[in-house]
């Protein structure tokens, strides 16, 4: 069973660059999020999607888009890298409906990005 | 605003020596309390989801457990592979709020 893939693993942009993130899942899992975490700061909620076609803020948005067209994928777009972005980035998803927390996430093993 | 808090940031522990790991937490509307156990370069993995007050949940050497502010995760005689970081997390809808951690080092 493979998941949740995320790749890349590792990537170094310049500063103004531009990049997506790619994270997909085959447990047709209706919801995905996007989290960075950075040492000593835990895990930041940046956008996070219920289904396909919808998506939403979470805690740390700026400088990031998302889409998701699919029930599968739910890349990450980053426009116009800043040093500020430099993290490891986690995708992860989990079953269920409604606005509960219940089920457990299920992450990938992160892309680690570092923008000089 | 949801915020949880882990302790200690970091615990050393000789193989055989019992210690626990607090979670507190203060949240609108609990609905869960989560720990996850996080391998270095790899993504966290869910361990236990707690609801209520007095619940507790085992798993090997691991027993998780919640009041109303606070969880904690009892490691009885650790092992050298249970070195990792601890996650615990909480909240409401989709917007689960995590601590920062407690690094575990479990030498011989």
């Known amino acids: 069973n493979a998941g949740v893939t995320q790749t890349p693993k590792f990537r170094i942009l310049k500063i103004g660059q531009s990049m997506t993130l790619q994270c997909a899942q085959d447990?047709?899992?209706?919801?995905m999020y996007w989290y960075r975490q950075d040492p000593g700061m835990g895990l930041k909620l940046i956008y996070y999607?219920?289904?396909?076609?919808?998506?939403d803020k979470g805690e740390v948005p700026n400088g990031y888009n998302v889409s998701r067209s699919t029930t599968e994928d739910f890349p990450l777009r980053l426009e116009l890298a800043a040093p500020s972005q430099t993290s490891v980035y986690f995708c992860?998803?989990?079953?269920?409906?409604?606005?509960?927390?219940?089920?457990?996430?299920?992450f990938g093993n992160g892309t680690r990005l570092t923008v000089t | 605003e949801d915020q949880v808090t882990q302790s200690p940031e970091a615990l050393r522990l000789q193989e055989g020596e019992s210690s626990s790991l607090n979670c507190s937490y203060t949240?609108?509307?609990?609905?869960?309390l989560f720990w996850y156990r996080q391998d270095p370069g790899k993504g966290p993995e869910f361990l236990f989801t707690?609801?209520?007050a007095g619940e507790e949940k085992e798993k090997e050497r691991l027993k998780a457990t919640l009041t109303k502010k606070e969880s904690f995760l009892h490691i009885t005689a650790p092992k050298p592979e249970d070195s990792a970081t601890y996650l615990c997390?909480?909240?409401?809808?989709?917007?689960?709020?995590f601590g920062t951690g407690t690094q575990l080092k479990v030498e011989l």
């Open positions: 707690l609801y209520s």
């Open positions: 999607s219920v289904g396909a076609g919808i998506t």
């Open positions: 992860a998803s989990r079953s269920g409906t409604g606005g509960s927390y219940n089920s457990p996430l299920h």
């Open positions: 447990m047709n899992h209706n919801y």
């Open positions: 997390g909480t909240g409401g809808g989709n917007k689960l709020t």
């Open positions: 949240v609108s509307g609990l609905r869960g």
